[in-house]
């Protein structure tokens, strides 16, 4: 770039600069969106225009944990008295929290579907990454008969729309009792990612000297040792990009979940719009079911960020 | 103490014959140098002896033991890389004492073996530090460091100095040479480069197109070359060819090269021992090194007129090409001494640095004048 800039390039700049700003508002109005609504109280979630200033509550959340029934007169004045804050946040909405027989408070579905969803796409990528890694190294590391076309299979997976085959899927897993386990969901989405984390892995695997595993195997290493304390340990910035991908893919994944789960193993996704049905729409418990949904992808991707980065630019640096 | 012997060996790189019948024994503490263009074989023998790489056919014996099926973790041998390799996440602490992490040596002794061989190698202020930190020349003191600490049965070097800068080349070359001296471990060491074989080797191992061309001391190989490649591969500037016919005159015998008019004068015995190895003219080729031409100012008996064309002044020396026929005969003279192209001067062929060669097999006569 010249050091001394011109003014129409001054001017150009400053319009590039402002494009960029117009595009990021652009993409983070849905966020922010979806975050004002999560803390709004019920009757401003849906006014038009949209109310901007409100004093944010935590009612949406509490909501969200609880199951409710509606209130069909106010509540009796020693109840109210007698219930805790948050309690009353649920009968100032017309509700109230649903209780056994012996007074337990009872939860919604969403820390269960939540949980689900944890278990479902964490166990998924490291399954993806790991099986994706041992496969990618097999492919960078050793002549095999076949090896493009191999390749070429692999990715050719990712080739037919995934719902496509979603009733076979089904039918599939209803006659061996997949459906509605956590295992069946791990499975379909291992599968999906796999082809996805072997390319990728085999990419970043590629970019390794084959020196350094020769180097460690006339020092007496295995090549098993000198996999995981060369190779692993090198190739941790490919690992943490394709974890980042698989997880986001497996978190995100609305389809299958909705088709192949229904209460024990169902994931966030298809509950969270499952719950508009259920008399007049929340949209604030809604909103505050989605806000919480998005947070486990922005920290995993925000503590993993550096290698992401890096990884975005392999190859770019390392030779 | 290791001697290193390979017997037949043979290797193929799908229909490639990289190497072919090799057969080489290398005594304890010697210093070898495998010497060659890329793709001669050189680095895939190295790689055969680390075990990096199967051979088709052969024996690979360590101290009298075959070790062609043994896995290259087993064969107890240090292997330094053109590239380093050092780990990149690793400290050159970690990188030097990974070697010994393998056989799970205690910790105090870890400590210990790599603090005095970076204390050899004068590396010790670097132990914290990590390879991305370092210079070149430093990265290979590491590499040369990681491969010393378990003091393995022999070194291997696939030319451990190629990727340095000239001046920084030279200064490692004299490092290794201390340290092999000091150390004294058999040691095998790659390059394409002849001057790094000279000054290094014990014995120098050419090879051509997979087949070994000659073994023999820097000495040997310089002044009494197996054949046409070793005689142009070592030296330079490289020795100077031509197809020469020999014919017997009174009291001499002469030496024409190419067609040209002006023939070289020999003594008398040259056409006896061609006769007697069974060389017959138009089969012969004359090998002369510059400095084996002798260049006067004035014409004196047995010097035949030439006319200078281009000059390298090189500072010590400079290096003249001399037209005969129509070719040029390249010769090393004292600095300045042509003054400029153009200049008629006189030529002459010393015979006691003459090679004569078979011109169809390449191989020498074995001729000493």
């Not at chain 1, 698989?246 to 209460?263: P, S, V």
Request: aromatic share 10%.
């Amino acid at each position: 770039m010249a050091a001394v800039q011109t003014r129409s390039e001054r001017a150009l700049n400053r319009l590039a600069i402002a494009a960029v700003l117009v595009i990021t508002l652009l993409f983070l109005a849905p966020i922010y969106w979806i975050t004002s609504t999560a803390f709004k109280p019920r009757n401003l979630a849906t006014t038009i225009p949209p109310t901007v200033v409100f004093e944010p509550e935590i009612s949406p959340f509490v909501k969200l944990f609880t199951k409710r029934s509606q209130l069909r007169t106010a509540p009796e004045p020693e109840d109210y008295a007698a219930a805790p804050w948050w309690e009353r946040l649920v009968f100032d909405g017309g509700e109230k929290v649903v209780r056994s027989g012996r007074g337990e408070v009872q939860l919604s579905g969403y820390p269960n579907r939540f949980m689900n969803s944890l278990i479902v796409a964490i166990t998924s990528t490291v399954l993806a990454v790991s099986m994706g890694t041992f496969t990618a190294y097999g492919f960078s590391r050793f002549k095999m008969k076949g090896e493009a076309d191999l390749l070429f299979f692999i990715l050719s997976t990712r080739m037919l729309p995934p719902v496509v085959v979603a009733i076979p899927m089904f039918l599939m897993y209803r006659a061996v009792g997949l459906n509605d386990t956590h295992w069946g969901l791990i499975i379909l989405y291992t599968a999906f990612n796999l082809s996805f984390s072997v390319w990728l892995m085999k990419g970043f695997i590629d970019e390794i000297p084959k020196e350094y595993e020769e180097a460690a195997l006339v020092d007496g290493y295995t090549r098993l040792q000198a996999f995981f304390k060369i190779v692993l340990p090198e190739a941790a910035t490919g690992i943490a990009a394709t974890a980042v991908f698989c997880f986001i893919t497996a978190w995100n994944e609305y389809a299958f979940a909705l088709i192949m789960t229904n209460r024990r193993a169902q994931t966030a996704p298809p509950f969270i719009p499952s719950q508009v049905g259920s008399g007049l729409p929340d949209w604030t418990v809604i909103a505050a079911g989605t806000f919480l949904f998005l947070l486990p992808v922005a920290i995993f991707t925000f503590l993993l960020r550096n290698h992401l980065l890096r990884g975005m630019s392999f190859g770019a640096i390392r030779k | 103490m290791t001697q290193i012997e390979l017997r037949g060996i043979e290797k193929n790189f799908g229909a490639v014959q990289v190497i072919k019948n090799l057969n080489l024994a290398i005594a304890d503490n010697e210093f070898i140098v495998l010497l060659g263009q890329s793709g001669c074989g050189k680095t895939t023998t190295l790689r055969a002896i680390a075990g990096l790489e199967t051979v088709d056919e052969g024996d690979i014996l360590i101290d009298g033991q075959p070790v062609q099926h043994l896995k290259a973790s087993h064969r107890d041998i240090a292997f330094v890389f053109q590239s380093f390799s050092l780990y990149p996440h690793m400290t050159v602490f970690e990188n030097i004492a990974f070697p010994l992490r393998a056989t799970r040596g205690n910790r105090t002794d870890i400590e210990r073996e790599v603090q005095a061989v970076a204390k050899t190698l004068q590396i010790t202020h670097l132990l914290a530090k990590r390879p991305s930190a370092l210079s070149g020349g430093d990265m290979q003191r590491v590499a040369i460091g990681r491969a010393l600490v378990r003091r393995p049965k022999a070194m291997l070097m696939d030319e451990p100095i190629g990727a340095l800068d000239a001046k920084l080349r030279e200064e490692m070359r004299a490092e290794i040479k201390r340290l092999h001296i000091k150390q004294g471990s058999t040691t095998i060491y790659v390059t394409h480069d002849q001057v790094e074989a000279m000054s290094l080797a014990d014995r120098i191992v050419v090879m051509h197109e997979g087949v070994l061309q000659q073994v023999g001391t820097p000495h040997e190989v310089y002044a009494r070359p197996a054949n046409m490649f070793v005689a142009q591969f070592v030296g330079s500037p490289v020795m100077n060819m031509a197809e020469v016919t020999v014919s017997a005159d009174t009291g001499h015998a002469r030496v024409q090269v190419w067609d040209a008019s002006t023939a070289f004068d020999f003594p008398s015995s040259v056409t006896a021992q061609l006769a007697a190895a069974g060389a017959e003219n138009g089969n012969v080729t004359l090998g002369v090194r510059p400095e084996g031409v002798l260049v006067s100012r004035e014409a004196r008996e047995g010097f035949v007129p030439v006319e200078a064309h281009i000059i390298e002044p090189l500072g010590s020396h400079d290096i003249v090409d001399l037209q005969v026929g129509a070719q040029m005969l390249r010769a090393r003279t004292k600095s300045g001494f042509v003054a400029r192209p153009g200049e008629a001067v006189w030529a002459r062929i010393n015979p006691a640095q003459a090679h004569f060669f078979d011109s169809s097999t390449g191989t020498s006569f074995g001729i000493r004048l």
